[in-house]
């Protein structure tokens, strides 16, 4: 599986838009974009994933570059609510399912 | 999530004794897969499985086994715990194909003294 590049922490001011980046230049035509966020103590969240368009869902869009070497998770209007560790995984499906390596992770810290 | 159930969702135990945790999934789902993390490591495969009776090592499986006699219940043993595997135990489950994403349970914290 391709390997993330994620940078360790942000801020953002909540009602802003959160634009979370992520790095993947190795990835394969084969492999997708997950992201999941972890909220303290909790178990991971999914969020959202794709192959090669744009998707959005009730939760956040996600933006993969033409070359999907990178991609950017955007939370449109942030609240206290979202302050979490945002984990981009990229995965292709395999005889093991949809399993997944997690890297650090962001932690988004998003601020009154 | 209401559909994956992990027990017992605290435990303290000592040195030596052995400890199973459960997952329980209503999902029907194909895929389990038990996750360890510690601060610093982040979360760590450790088994998973692909169908009753159906397992395999993860990144991180030295000292434990585990077990899958029907799709809802995936077993993780420590057969002789120690310190070291303390840690919170996350369950997740998956269907096949890449739409189907893994759900979490809400997690296992093992203390071992």
């Known amino acids: 599986d391709a390997k993330t590049t994620q940078p360790p922490s942000m801020d953002c001011a909540e009602g802003r838009a959160a634009n979370l980046p992520c790095n993947h230049s190795?990835?394969?035509?084969?492999?997708?974009v997950y992201w999941y966020r972890q909220i303290h103590s909790q178990g991971p969240q999914y969020i959202i994933h794709?192959?090669?368009n744009n998707e959005t869902n009730e939760m956040a869009s996600l933006i993969i570059t033409e070359d999907r070497k990178s991609s950017t998770l955007i939370l449109p209007h942030a609240t206290l609510r979202d302050t979490a560790v945002y984990y981009c995984?990229?995965?292709?499906?395999?005889?093991?399912?949809?399993?997944?390596?997690f890297g650090g992770g962001t932690r988004l810290m998003v601020k009154p | 999530d209401a559909g994956i159930t992990q027990s017992p969702r605290h435990k303290v135990t000592e040195t030596g004794t052995p400890v199973t945790l459960r997952c329980h999934q209503t999902?029907?789902?194909?895929?389990m897969y038990w996750y360890r993390q510690d601060p610093g490591h982040g979360l760590r495969l450790i088994h998973y499985?692909?169908?009753?009776?159906?397992?395999d090592k993860g990144e991180v499986s030295d000292g434990y086994s585990v077990s899958r006699s029907k799709t809802e219940d995936f077993l993780l043993t420590l057969e002789s715990a120690t310190s070291s595997q303390t840690s919170v135990y996350f369950c997740?489950?998956?269907?096949?194909?890449?739409?189907?994403?893994?759900?979490f349970g809400a997690g296992s914290r093992l203390t071992v003294l």
């Open positions: 995984i990229v995965r292709v499906e395999s005889g093991a399912g949809n399993m997944l390596t």
């Open positions: 999902e029907n789902h194909r895929y």
């Open positions: 794709g192959l090669k």
């Open positions: 997740a489950t998956g269907g096949q194909g890449a739409k189907n994403v893994l759900t």
């Open positions: 499985s692909y169908g009753v009776k159906d397992t």
């Open positions: 190795t990835i394969s035509g084969n492999e997708y």
